[in-house]
C-alpha cells in the first residue's frame, strides 16, 4: 500500500511592503505525498501583484538554509492567486532532496535585494531562523541551463560556417552555350539607362508606408500597457521608463531581429524558468525607446550569446548569480 503524507501549513506576512489595497497577504499551503509523486497547493490573497515571486521549498543543509526554487507564482490584478505544482518527492527538481526534509515554504521576491518573503508557512507551525546563512539552490539550475544553451549555440555556429564554405556548383555544359545571343541584347539596354535621370514619383509612399507600421506598433503597445500587469523590476533608472510582464507570445509587430532574439532557445528557457519577461518604454521628453527584459542569474558566459547590457534591481554592478534581466533595445 503506498504511504500518503499530507501537511497543511498557514502562509503568514513576513516582509512588509507586500500589501494589496491596505491589506496584508496571507495564505495556506497544502504539501501531499503518494508514491514518490508530490503536489503542492497553494492560495494566497492580499499579495500585489508588481513583484516576481517563486515559491522556495526550505531544507537545512550542513551549518545552513538552503532554498529549493519549485516554480513561479503568478498573481492576479487583485492580489489572489491559486497554484497547482506537482514534482518527484523522493528527488525534488534533481537535487537528491525529500518532501520528508522540508522545513518551510516560502514565497520570495526574486527582484528584491537580499532575501525578502512576504509569506512564509512552517512544518508543524514552529518558525526557523532560515533567513542565518540562506543561500538558494537556484545558481546551479540555471548553470545546466546555460551550459546546454550554449552548447546549441555553438552547435549552430559550426553548421553555418560550413554551409557557407561550400563552393558553389560549377557551371553546367548547357549554360556555357547561352552567352552567344547575348551582343543581340545590347541595343535593347541602352536605352533602358538613359530612363534614369531623374527619380520616380512612386518611390514616395515607401516613406508614408514606414509611418504606418510604426502607428500601429505604437496603438499595440498601448494596448499592451493598459491589459497586462505593470512591473517595477529596478530601483533607480537613468531614464523613467514603464514596465509590464509579457510572455514571448505576445502579438506585437516587432522588428525581424528582436523577433530572432525572442526565438532563441535562452529565452525559452529563461520563460519556462521565471514565467515572465519584461517590457518597457520611455515616458520621459527624451526619444521614445522600446525595451525588452529577459529574467536571468547573472553570467557573463552569456555574453557569448549577442547579450550585452545587464541590470540589476539596485542598478549596481552586476556579480555572478544576481538576479536581474538582459536588455535588448527594440
Not at 77 to 92: M, P, Q, T, Y
Request: with cysteine.
Amino acid at each position: 500500500m503506498q504511504q500518503y503524507i499530507r501537511t497543511f501549513m498557514p502562509l503568514e506576512n513576513e516582509s512588509s511592503g507586500y500589501e494589496h489595497m491596505g491589506k496584508s497577504p496571507s495564505g495556506r499551503v497544502l504539501m501531499e505525498s503518494r508514491g514518490g509523486q508530490g503536489k503542492l497547493t497553494l492560495w494566497a490573497q492580499n499579495l500585489k501583484a508588481e513583484a516576481i515571486y517563486k515559491v522556495h521549498l526550505i531544507f537545512k543543509t550542513e551549518n545552513s538554509f538552503s532554498g529549493l526554487p519549485l516554480c513561479s507564482l503568478n498573481v492576479q490584478a487583485n492580489g489572489k492567486v491559486e497554484l497547482r505544482h506537482s514534482f518527484d518527492a523522493k528527488n525534488i527538481s534533481d537535487f537528491g532532496l525529500s518532501i520528508n526534509d522540508c522545513l518551510a515554504v516560502a514565497v520570495i521576491d526574486s527582484g528584491a535585494a537580499g532575501t525578502s518573503a512576504p509569506l512564509c508557512g512552517y512544518k508543524d507551525g514552529k518558525p526557523i531562523a532560515w533567513r542565518s546563512g540562506f543561500k538558494r539552490l537556484e545558481k546551479l539550475v540555471e548553470k545546466k541551463v546555460i551550459e546546454k544553451v550554449v552548447e546549441k549555440k555553438v552547435i549552430k555556429e559550426i553548421v553555418k560556417e560550413v554551409v557557407e564554405e561550400i563552393p558553389p556548383p560549377p557551371p553546367s555544359p548547357e549554360s556555357e552555350l547561352i552567352p552567344e545571343p547575348m551582343p543581340d541584347l545590347i541595343p535593347e539596354l541602352e536605352p533602358v539607362e538613359e530612363i534614369p535621370a531623374s527619380p520616380p514619383p512612386p518611390l514616395q509612399p515607401t516613406i508614408e508606408v514606414e509611418s504606418i507600421i510604426s502607428e500601429t506598433f505604437k496603438n499595440e503597445v498601448e494596448n499592451i500597457f493598459k491589459t497586462h500587469t505593470q512591473m517595477k523590476p529596478f530601483l533607480r533608472q537613468k531614464r523613467t521608463v514603464k514596465w509590464v510582464r509579457i510572455s514571448p507570445d505576445e502579438d506585437l509587430d516587432f522588428p525581424q531581429t528582436v523577433k530572432d532574439q525572442l526565438s532563441k532557445p535562452f529565452v525559452e528557457n529563461a520563460y519556462q524558468q521565471f514565467n515572465h519577461l519584461i517590457f518597457g518604454k520611455t515616458i520621459d521628453d527624451l526619444e521614445l525607446r522600446y525595451y525588452i527584459g529577459i529574467p536571468a542569474l547573472y553570467n557573463e558566459n552569456d555574453e557569448k550569446l549577442g547579450y550585452k547590457q545587464f541590470k540589476i534591481n539596485t542598478g549596481a554592478k552586476a556579480k555572478a548569480g544576481d538576479y536581474g534581466y538582459w536588455l535588448i533595445f527594440v
